[in-house]
């Protein structure tokens, strides 16, 4: 599928700028496989899937026009996304997780150059002749997590079509990761008012700095701790019973607790409560006419105040109505056009100096938590609807247990990021804490509070006292 240079969108070329000092902006989605692995079938079916995703064998240029510069995608064909075939070691006290990030950290770490190389790198890691880890690191200048799991879910159908000589049967499905269907509406022209409200908020988020749970990080440690939680499937429904108890979806409750969380642990610590502040990323895919591509990605902003989160369920309920009418107020679609203004008012500046201002300016905006949601990964539909349960889970004679998802150091100034997915009917939790907030010891004790507060039901407002949580999950 050859294509001519196209300009990056809003998203990817902020994302590209942005990509500076500690921010690398890289995402990873791996997949856990049981049974015997075939390498030149990864090899042959990687460059396959990759003929249905230019972006992913695609080079970035800066090109000159009218006075200003730009940012395009340049095919090339002639760059194969390299395959990495190495052997993962797990010591005792420690996890397949564990082991595939401590292993991944410097691979991802390093300064990727967009310009010469592709953004995309797949890995398959051995772990034992009938266990592998297996899945590509795409930089998010070419894509977002929904697209990656497609490329991962492809190559594992390419990988069954080429062993086993014929189609898998869950080929026709074409979503990777399921989410509520959304109704095209017609793009809203700004008004001055809204040009005047955009103006404030961005003043707003600049000079304010939010609360965020008190660590003993080393202030110039660059590193970033992945702690991950797979909860039972009981404790799955059990979530699942207060979001349809309380009618709020996963997501609002996500945010409720990891801002209970944060208020939990400097409670302990003799830290006031102060002002929370969180970004959630939400799919614009689907949502107006002309806004697709391989990066959907926005973002929406909560503020709470100590008063609005002394009860849980109302707490929750206002995160609900806000998302709601974020969404109804087009605000995901102002958060690209902010974006994109900033982008296009820098356009007089080569691309060193506008990566420069653009890291410095998206660092001035923080939070104390951001939460991405998911969805499914990989869904099997029940009478044309999607379901918690995952359809692509064979490839050959192989066996997906268990996804890794992983987002590397997407912003430095985004501190603490949650991310969310289910895989066969288990929900899936993964938090990133940078090394100068936490140590790794306190990210897994903060990842283990967020879900002794998920757990628990929000109408019981004593429990949200200031104990340390009881026994972690099930992590089996």
Not at 73 to 101: E, G, K, M, N, Q
Not at 102 to 129: G, H, I
Not at 147 to 169: Q, T
Not at 304 to 313: A, G, T
Request: aromatic share 8%; with cysteine; charged share 25%.
């Amino acid at each position: 599928m050859e294509e001519g240079p196209t300009r990056l969108n809003a998203l990817s070329e902020m994302l590209v700028l942005s990509t500076y000092g500690n921010t690398k902006n890289v995402l990873v989605t791996a997949a856990e496989l049981r049974g015997p692995l075939d390498r030149e079938a990864v090899t042959l079916a990687v460059q396959r899937a990759a003929q249905d995703f230019p972006r992913l064998t695609s080079c970035i240029k800066e090109v000159k026009e009218h006075g200003k510069y730009y940012l395009v995608w340049v095919y090339r064909p002639d760059l194969s996304i390299p395959v990495t075939f190495s052997d993962l070691h797990v010591a005792r006290s420690s996890t397949p997780f564990d082991a595939f990030v401590e292993l991944m950290a410097p691979r991802l770490n390093r300064d990727w150059d967009l310009f010469r190389e592709v953004p995309t790198q797949f890995y398959c890691l051995k772990l034992s002749e009938d266990l592998h880890i297996a899945g590509p690191a795409i930089h998010h200048v070419a894509a977002d997590a929904g697209v990656a799991a497609d490329f991962g879910r492809d190559v594992l159908l390419h990988y069954h079509e080429i062993v086993k000589g014929h189609e898998l049967v869950h080929a026709c499905q074409p979503h990777a990761i399921s989410g509520a269907k959304k109704r095209l509406a017609p793009v809203r022209q700004s008004t001055w008012r809204d040009l005047a409200a955009k103006a404030r908020e961005a003043v707003a988020h600049a000079m304010e700095r939010p609360t965020l749970p008190v660590g003993t990080g080393a202030h110039d440690d660059r590193a970033q701790h992945h702690v991950k939680r797979l909860l039972s499937r009981e404790e799955t429904d059990r979530v699942g019973k207060v979001n349809r108890r309380h009618r709020v979806s996963l997501v609002d409750l996500l945010v409720t607790c990891a801002n209970v969380a944060i208020e939990r642990w400097n409670d302990v610590r003799g830290i006031p409560p102060g002002v929370l502040t969180t970004s959630m990323s939400v799919n614009m895919k689907g949502r107006f006419e002309g806004f697709d591509s391989s990066n959907n990605s926005a973002l929406l902003f909560f503020k709470s105040l100590p008063e609005h989160r002394r009860d849980p369920v109302a707490y929750t309920r206002s995160v609900t109505l806000k998302r709601i009418k974020s969404l109804t107020n087009q605000i995901d679609l102002k958060f690209l056009q902010n974006v994109s203004g900033m982008t296009e008012a820098l356009r007089r500046f080569p691309f060193p100096m506008r990566r420069r201002i653009v890291y410095f300016l998206m660092n001035r905006h923080q939070v104390s938590v951001a939460v991405t949601f998911l969805g499914v990964i990989w869904p099997e539909t029940n009478l044309g609807k999607r379901t918690l349960d995952s359809c692509v889970t064979r490839a050959g004679d192989l066996t997906a247990i268990e996804v890794h998802g992983v987002g590397y150091k997407l912003l430095s100034s985004t501190q603490l990021l949650l991310i969310a997915y289910f895989f066969q009917g288990r929900l899936n939790l993964v938090l990133a804490a940078s090394g100068s907030l936490f140590t790794r010891k306190e990210s897994d004790a903060f990842i283990d509070l967020i879900i002794d507060t998920l757990l628990r039901d929000p109408a019981i407002v004593s429990t949200y006292n200031t104990q340390e949580p009881g026994r972690p999950p099930s992590t089996a």
